[in-house]
């Protein structure tokens, strides 16, 4: 105990001989924030911004956990590494949510299933998910099955929508739009392919929607010649 007391006096002769007269509530402060990891959907400025209210904190007195409410308080930061270097210098390692759909309108959905609002959207090929408020756990449940039924198919999805009274609707890449209703939802996808590879897949252009509500076929809708 007493090496460590006469350690610490020791440190504490330095630093005073190194701030100078600066006051001592200041020797610890944080001048710098070093933000660190792999970014593609923040900038390093504009988290330097998010982060500006640290600046000037005590790294003696300011715990990780209140550092760690700044710093994941940006939209795309799903997690952060905090390091105290000092005298004077904060560290933080920033990990980004991933995205994997947009979700209604200036909202995206990332791979762990959470809804973020960023700022800025990036524009990246993903598909669109849309459906009512507190909705987005059922949308993105039928995403992912409706996604493995189309796995050995070209058929892709470019937005998939639950109306407000349940039903479903999907228009592929491919733009064919086709409404597959409330129920057995699988079973009518299923069919629409079925009819799809037979019968539509060379006269996309031609198609307007389809409609595959029906228990054992679907109907198209042409576009006027």
Do not use: C
């Amino acid at each position: 105990m007493r090496i460590a007391a006469l350690i610490g006096a020791i440190l504490l002769i330095a630093i005073a001989v190194f701030q100078g007269k600066e006051s001592p509530k200041n020797w610890f402060a944080i001048h710098a924030i070093e933000i660190k990891g792999q970014l593609k959907y923040s900038s390093r400025d504009q988290l330097q911004k998010d982060y500006a209210s640290l600046l000037g904190k005590s790294l003696l007195t300011t715990s990780i956990s209140q550092i760690k409410a700044v710093t994941l308080s940006p939209q795309w930061v799903q997690s952060v590494e905090v390091r105290k270097v000092w005298p004077n210098t904060l560290q933080v390692v920033v990990h980004e949510h991933e995205p994997l759909a947009y979700w209604n309108n200036g909202q995206v959905i990332t791979t762990g299933a959470v809804i973020i609002s960023p700022k800025s959207i990036p524009n990246l090929p993903l598909p669109k998910l849309l459906g009512p408020e507190d909705s987005s756990d059922v949308v993105l449940e039928q995403f992912g099955l409706i996604s493995q039924v189309l796995s050995l198919t070209s058929l892709r999805i470019d937005s998939l929508q639950l109306k407000p009274r349940g039903a479903w609707v999907i228009i592929f890449k491919n733009g064919i739009k086709v409404k597959l209703g409330r129920e057995d939802i699988l079973e009518r996808l299923q069919r629409f392919i079925a009819v799809y590879k037979t019968d539509l897949s060379g006269r996309i252009d031609q198609i307007s929607s389809v409609d595959a509500r029906y228990p054992h076929g679907v109907a198209v809708a042409w576009k006027k010649q």
